[in-house]
């Protein structure tokens, strides 16, 4: 048997050395664990099947391959001499989860097998690993609105892939006790047809998987449609829509709105793409990505799994303003997609679309993001050194993937939208499942290319949106990153810091922040946090902790002028805050418009301590107008925010309404006519709203503001002439 040892130490020193090179596998976690329990299974069942037909005992055959496993194990371990590796205790944790689970599970197949007399038996065992192997990830993802798979062979896959922060759910542990249970059934079985053990255990056994697969859901195996309607409970229809919602997060008023912009997105991805949804499209909207993960797997990552059945979108509500029509654009193009899979095997294709039919942000687009990104040498070798090569390279999952995420969608949307415009939608349906482009557009996906870069660089730029894009772009993928998945304990204790804050849990929240800050002094979003927490109770104890910070960004200096205003210096008030907005990034329009007026309040000290007051109820705040009392412009611009929290959008509306009629024209105007009108929409004053964005119509060369206002103008139109009331967007009976 020493051959058949020596081979198993060649084949797992090659797979190790094989590993090392690639980012997320050269170290031991979730990922190079998944890979080493897939070659494990076979190469213990290869080599189990030999010992076992040379009668050598089942616990010897399994220790043995267990011995075998340590190779990966250290090497993996070994790999942090060159690459750091935060997380090698969870990557140790997911190495008994899956090498060594699968392991057992690969011995007791062949100790099954080999109760037989079956002239090929390792063929039969890899015919039988396929049932699970397979069948399992079509069970799990074909079947199910989930992002993750656990699986008997590998382990599993716990979410996408652009989730940093993993989602170990407690189904991750009840399917590694199921693969043993299904490991012991295997052994029972052979220990039976060598007559040494009765057959009747083995039923026991199988009552037990039947009671497991049965309750699946319940034990977090799957996760079903009922069980995620049941967790949020809350459920509206509309004329083309199922949305699933937590109602102790999203009120009956703020979800007739969503409602009412669910349909209008959808005529105008109707409109656009000129194709229909023939069934209802189920939106799921989650309140917190802790129920999120715990429910879809994924925990950040915003999906439309165009795969199954019935259309359906899963949206995390922090994101959905930004995120719901990207999502939806997925769910019209399985219209056109593949056969069954209604996507295409072309990734850049499927999120340069979605990215192409996306409303405006306020912010610049992806031709302007791109453009400017190309005006700076050293940023554009972000983009590749060929630009046109590399947006065709990212076409492909491996190319598309492996990329920044901020590159690969905005260049592939920007592509994207230039084929739309230049060419139609109806080529790009047509070119969209197989991603033929010679046959469609009678030129190779390399020739468009060049006419889109050709067309990018003839558009002009500015400082702002190189900005942004230098921004976005800068951010390194989960490829790049030299601790993927960790998560430190002082960022833990931020986030919870942070959902503390939301309660309007002041001390709790300074605890845990402060928590953040002791195990990390220079971590900067932990002391916005903590004065968030503290500022309003005892202003005078944030000046000393923020001087403290070594490097300091726009938003400590603007705490730090709040600080020095509620408690009486003026001076450096205004000091603090003129060097906050020079920190300002060009592209946030409203947080430097902000600031510039912020000085306003030093004048009023009662009103500047009220409205940096969370708790304040608008309508005292509104009071103060009422009496008579001089107020700054923007005392009405922060009232319209709190009326807006608290969902009273007409009072907000109200409030906003003659700052709107003042004010001079420029990106200040643009700004607060879009938060009225948006106001002015939400409580049902719909044509109110369309007449006030009447004018931005017009505009030749628009601003990513006035852009908003625009997109915001075609939705009140369209809800004015549809009645405006929920009736009017509800399915008819």
Known sequence: MGVFRIR????????????????????????????????????????????????????????????????????????????????????????????????????SLAWAITGHSFSKPFRLYVLVSLIPLLGGVLFDLGFHPQFYTYNHVFGGVLGPIYDEELAIRPGLFWFRVLTLLWAVGLWSWGAAKRNKFEMYPIFGVAL??????????????????????????????????????????????????????????????????????????????????????????????????????????????????????????????????????????????IEGFAVAVEPPEGTPDP?????????????????????????????????????????????????????????????????????????????????????????????????????????????????????????????????AAQAAIERKQWLEAEQLSDEAIQLHPDFEPAYHIWVNAVLHRTPEKVIPKLKSLKYANWLTYRQRGDAYALTGDTLLARQMWNEARLRVPAFSYAIQERLARRADFLAHSTLLRMILTPHVNPEILAAQLEMGKTAPVWFRVYLADRFAELENWKAAASALEPVVKDSKQGIFRDLVTMDFARWLLWSGQDEKAAAILEGYLGLSNPNPIQKRCIDLRHQAEWWWKRGGSSAAFSPKP
Not at 38 to 62: C, E, H, M, P, T
Not at 459 to 479: E, V
């Open 8 to 107: 198993e130490v060649w084949l797992y020193s090659v797979l190790t050395v094989g590993l090392w090179p690639f980012p997320l596998l050269g170290i031991l976690h979730v990922e190079s664990s998944a890979v080493i329990a897939f070659v494990g299974f076979y190469v213990a069942g290869w080599a189990g099947i030999r010992d076992l037909q040379a009668n050598k005992s089942f616990v010897k055959v399994l220790l043995r391959q267990w011995f075998f496993l340590l190779i990966p194990l250290l090497g993996g371990l070994l790999s942090v001499l060159w690459r750091p590796n935060c997380g090698w205790l969870d990557g140790l944790q997911f190495f008994i989860l899956f090498p060594v689970i699968s392991t057992v599970f690969a011995a």
């Open 367 to 495: 031709h302007e993001q791109v453009a400017a990104i190309l005006l700076d040498p050293k940023t554009a070798e972000w983009l590749g050194k060929d630009l046109a090569s590399s947006v065709a390279d990212k076409l492909s999952p491996m190319g598309f993937w492996s990329g920044r995420g901020a590159v690969s969608y905005t260049t592939m949307g920007s592509f994207v939208r230039f084929l739309m415009d230049r060419y139609g939608i109806t080529k790009l349906k047509q070119v969209y499942p197989w991603g033929d482009f010679e046959r469609v557009y009678q030129k190779n996906v390399y020739e468009l290319t060049k006419e889109w870069v050709e067309f990018i660089r003839q558009l002009p730029s500015d400082g702002a949106q190189l900005s942004y894009a230098r921004t976005r772009f800068s951010r390194p993928s989960l490829f790049e990153q030299d601790c993927p998945h960790f998560v430190p304990a002082y960022i833990r204790y931020a986030q």
């Open 208 to 349: 037990l998987l039947v009671v497991v697969y049965l309750f699946r859901a319940e034990f977090g195996i799957n996760t079903t449609h009922e069980a995620i309607a049941k967790d949020l409970k809350g459920i509206h229809h509309t004329l083309h829509f199922e949305i699933y919602y937590d109602p102790e997060v999203i009120s009956e008023e703020r979800i007739r709105i969503v409602g009412k912009e669910h349909e209008f997105r959808y005529q105008q991805l109707l409109d656009t793409i000129q194709v229909r949804v023939p069934q209802k499209i189920r939106s799921y909207l989650y309140p917190n990505s802790i129920r999120k993960a715990m429910l879809t797997g994924a925990r950040y990552t915003n999906v439309a799994p165009v795969w199954l059945k019935q259309p359906q979108i899963h949206v995390l509500w922090s994101s959905y303003d930004e995120v719901m029509p990207h999502e939806l654009a997925h769910v019209f193009s399985r219209e056109f997609g593949l056969p069954v899979l209604r996507a295409t095997f072309s990734v850049g294709l």
